[in-house]
Each structure stands twice: as C-alpha cells, then as structure tokens.
C-alpha cells in the first residue's frame, strides 16, 4: 500500500529534478551567421520580433548578419522550441533587400553589419536598437523599448524623432523643434543634407546623435 505522504514526496523530488533541466534549456543559445551581397541593392530592410538589434556601418559591399538565438523563458511550462530550426528569412524585390525574423517563443540578437544604401527600414517589436549608419535615408520603428541611432551630419536632412510614451532627444540637428503632451514627446530638426530620417518609439526612449 502506497501512502499519501509517500506520493507526495515523489511528486516533490520529480519537479525538483525537472526544474534544472528547464532552467537549463531557457539558457539554451544558437548562434546563425548569414551573408548578403548589395551590389545592386538601393534599400535594406530589417524586421523583427523581440530582442536587439546592433547595426555597425561598413565599407564592404555587403550586408553580414549574425543571429544569437535564444528561448524566452515566460513560465514553467512554456512549449520548447527547436532553435535550431529557426532561420533568417530573406528576399529580394527589385532593388530591395527584406530580411526577416519574427518567429514567436524566442528572443533573437542580431549584430548587422550594413554599408551605405540609399534608405534603410527597421521595424521590431520589443527590443533594443542601437546603430552607426552611413549616407542613408532611415526610418525605425520599435514598439516597446530604446532607439539610439548614430548618422553623419553632413548627409542627413529633416529628421522626426517621437516616442509615444517617454523620451525623446535629438543632439548635433542645427534647428530643433520640440513638442510635449502629457506623456509624449517629439523632437524635430534639419541636418546639413538630404536623406531624412524618421525616429518612432511606441513606449521608451529614442536619441538621434548627428556626428560631423
């Protein structure tokens, strides 16, 4: 005869065993590396789910892409997911180079390395962005988290930075504009060129920095 007591101790010694297994799995990390060649590539966009996103400017002819992959752990009894099965979507239309990774479960670090295109889109979910760009025309919407974006003074024109709730700045613009409600804020300005820029955050923080 087995005794209550008896099964509860069972019970508690199981969860007990499984609960470094879960924890190990949730610490579980793939790394992917993809490479792109932009030789008759004009745009580059760039959309994700939650994670980061890294962008370093370079002067090879070439987008490089490195993915850090790593399950979201929300809870004790989340689905695993097959990391190694998830992958960087691309395509090609035109001139436009798309790359994609909206996968559900997982939250995802991508480090880019991006030469200079003639506009560059970014859109992510939850996350951080932060970036260097050359000559380009960008536009970068993040919905929960922190935009810090780096561009040449030289090469940008009118430049929007808004966040929905929370803080906005704009530093190196030669006319600022800046507006407040309750719990937003925009920042507006013009650098010395052209290519315009389009800064939106839905709650956090965005910086726009124009470097000589």
Not at 56 to 62: F, L
Not at 118 to 136: L, N, P, R, Y
Not at 153 to 160: M, P
Request: with cysteine; hydrophobic share 40%.
């Amino acid at each position: 005869m087995i005794f209550p007591s008896t099964v509860l101790c069972r019970t508690a010694t199981l969860l007990l065993l499984l609960m470094p297994l879960s924890t190990a799995f949730a610490a579980e990390r793939v790394t992917k590396q993809y490479q792109f060649s932009t030789a008759d590539i004009d745009r580059v966009d760039l959309e994700g789910a939650v994670g980061s996103l890294r962008v370093i400017h370079t002067d090879r002819p070439e987008v490089n892409v490195v993915l850090e992959i790593r399950q979201q752990d929300d809870g004790w009894f989340d689905d695993d997911v097959d990391l190694d099965s998830i992958e960087l979507e691309s395509g090609i239309h035109g001139s436009r180079l798309a790359l994609e990774q909206t996968d559900e479960g997982v939250s995802i670090d991508w480090t880019v390395e991006l030469p200079t295109v003639a506009e560059t889109s970014i859109d992510f979910g939850v996350g951080k962005i932060d970036g260097e760009f050359g000559a380009t025309e960008l536009r970068a919407n993040l919905g929960v988290g922190d935009i810090d974006v780096r561009l040449p003074l030289a090469t940008v024109g009118k430049v929007d930075v808004s966040v929905g709730v929370g803080e906005a700045s704009l530093h190196g613009a030669a006319h600022d504009a800046e507006q407040r409600a309750f719990v937003s804020h925009e920042v507006s300005g013009n650098g010395n060129g052209s290519n315009d820029i389009d800064i939106e955050v839905g709650v956090g923080e965005a910086r726009v920095e124009l470097d000589d």
